[in-house]
């Protein structure tokens, strides 16, 4: 089992729809979260960081369920120019060896 | 203000050939880190440098090495290409050790193609 799993998609998406995708992590122990956008053929941006509490930044909305152990992301009144992968990333928990546990990333298109 | 660069953009090899990457990190930044990122997956961390120590290093084989340089930009090298290792590498930079509170910040990447 992957350490941090994504639906890999494409998710077809009208403009103006409203968007969610899930990511599952194994290690029940990981400690940040993360949800990063990467752009075809650029570099990955951290999109939000995924608190305990949930957060929202404008259109977006990210989740923790520690329990079942997935981070989801919303997206609301989806623009053209939020087609992208979406990559979930996943921090370990008691590891002095900090590194970034990436998922495989969900493709969004969104259409006209 | 400059964010992270790397050079070169992109490169082609051939097996069995040696290449060096390099990275500049964000004016002030102290950790670099490199990560692999092969098409269609996400990256894979492969080390972190912090003060020009390695602080971390993924699962990559020997044949993957680097350093940070006392102005703080980095190099990875990699020895004896395969064909597998074709992908985009990334730097990222931080202000410090990278950990939960400590945000990365990437470099365009270089695309290295291996033949």
């Known amino acids: 089992r992957k350490e941090v799993e994504q639906d890999p998609g494409p998710f077809n998406v009208p403009e103006g729809a409203t968007v969610a995708f899930n990511c599952t992590y194994s290690n029940s122990a990981s400690q940040s979260f993360f949800w990063y956008r990467q752009d075809c053929r650029k570099e990955p941006k951290l999109l939000m960081s995924?608190?305990?509490?949930?957060n929202e930044d404008g259109r977006f909305t990210a989740q923790l369920n520690r329990a079942s152990q997935y981070i989801s992301l919303l997206i609301r009144d989806s623009k053209l120019s939020d087609s992208a992968t979406y990559l979930c990333?996943?921090?370990?928990?008691?590891?002095?060896?900090?590194?970034?546990?990436w998922g495989a990333g969900t493709k969004l298109i969104i259409k006209p | 203000d400059a964010g992270v660069t790397q050079s070169p953009t992109h490169l082609i090899k051939t097996r069995g050939q040696q290449v060096t990457l390099r990275c500049s990190p964000i004016?002030?930044?102290?950790?670099v880190s490199w990560y692999q990122q092969v098409l269609g997956q996400g990256p894979q961390f492969i080390f972190q440098y912090y003060e020009k120590e390695e602080r971390g290093r993924g699962n990559f084989p020997d044949r993957f090495s680097a350093r940070q340089f006392p102005n703080y930009s980095s190099e990875l090298n990699v020895n004896a290409l395969l064909l597998g290792d074709s992908a985009l590498y990334l730097c990222?930079?931080?202000?410090?050790?990278?950990?939960?509170?400590?945000?990365?910040?990437f470099g365009p990447g270089t695309r290295l193609l291996v033949l």
């Open positions: 995924v608190y305990s509490s949930g």
């Open positions: 990333v996943v921090t370990p928990s008691m590891d002095s060896n900090y590194q970034l546990i």
């Open positions: 990222a930079s931080s202000l410090f050790l990278a950990g939960p509170q400590e945000t990365q910040y």
């Open positions: 004016s002030g930044h102290k950790s």
